[in-house]
C-alpha cells in the first residue's frame, strides 16, 4: 500500500566535523544554518558532539529538557519530535545528549535508528555538527552527509589533524563498502592507505576492486579554511588539495576561506549567532558564497 511517505524527499545532509576541536566549527555549523533558512531553505541542525554538546548555547537558549538521549533510552520518540525552534523562521534544532546518558560510544543498533532518522526528516536539509576527532560515531555521520565538510585552521596541528581524519573518514568507508560485498582486506600493514588495499586487490578480484573504487570515488569532502590572518593561509587551499590527491588519491574541494574576526568571539559571549548580528560583515559573505556553493544545482545528484 502506498501511504503517501515515499512522496517525501530525503533532506540534503551537510555533515560538518572537525580534525580537532577549536577551530570553529560549531560556530561555522550555527551560522550556515542560518544562511540556509535565511534563503526560505528549511533546515533542522544537529548537535551530534555526542557527550559535549552545546549549539543551544550559541542561540541564547537554555538547554532543551530533550535531546538525543532520549531516542536511545526506549522512549517513545523520534528524531523529529525532539526538534525545537531556535526563533530564526525555518531552522530547529536537535539538542545534543541530555544528563543522563553517556552517548559518546554508540552501540551499533542505536547508531542506525539515529542514522535512519536523521535522513527521514521532513525538512529540505539537515547540517549535522559532528564532535571533534576520528571516533567511530564521528567518522559514521561524516561519511553520511550528501556533502561532507571538514573545517581546518591554519596551524601545523590542526592541518596534521585534518590528515589523520581524512585517512580514517577513507579507511572507514573502505571497511564497510569492503563488508558489503563479504570480502576481507588484507592485513599486511604495509597497505595502510585505502587506495593501496583496492590496487592488492584488484590483482585476484579485479570486479571487486573496481566496485569497491567506485564506492570511494562517492566520498569528495569539502574543506573551509577558517581563522585565516594572512595571503599565505588563505592560499593553503591548493596545499592541502594536493596532498591529499597524493597521498589518498583522493579528491577535496576548497569550499571557502574566512578570515578571523575578533567580533565572533564576543558574538559567543552575548549567545547570538554572528550573523544575526553582522549581518553587512565579511564573515557574513564568507558564510553565504560556501552556502550558495553548496546550493549550486545538480552538486548533490
Known sequence: MDTGLQQVAAPQIWAIASGKGGVGKSILATNLAISLASKNRRCTLIDADLGGANLHTLFGLQRPKCGLSDLFVGKQVSLQQLAVPTGIDGLDLVSGS????????????????LLRQTASLDNEHVIIDIGAGSSFNSLDFFLLGHQSILVVVPTPSSMENVYHFLKAALTRKLAQAAKNLGLVLSADPSLSLPWQ???????????????LQAEMSRLRPGIIINQTRTVEERQLGSQIALACQHFFKLNVEILGVIDYDERIYHSVQKRQPFLQAEAESPFAAAIDDITMNLLSPGRNQ
Open 197 to 211: 588495499q583496492i590496487e592488492t586487490l584488484r590483482c585476484t578480484q579485479p570486479q571487486a576492486a573496481d566496485h
Open 98 to 113: 541530555g544528563e543522563m546518558l553517556d552517548v559518546a560510544n554508540l552501540h551499533h543498533a542505536k547508531k542506525q535508528r
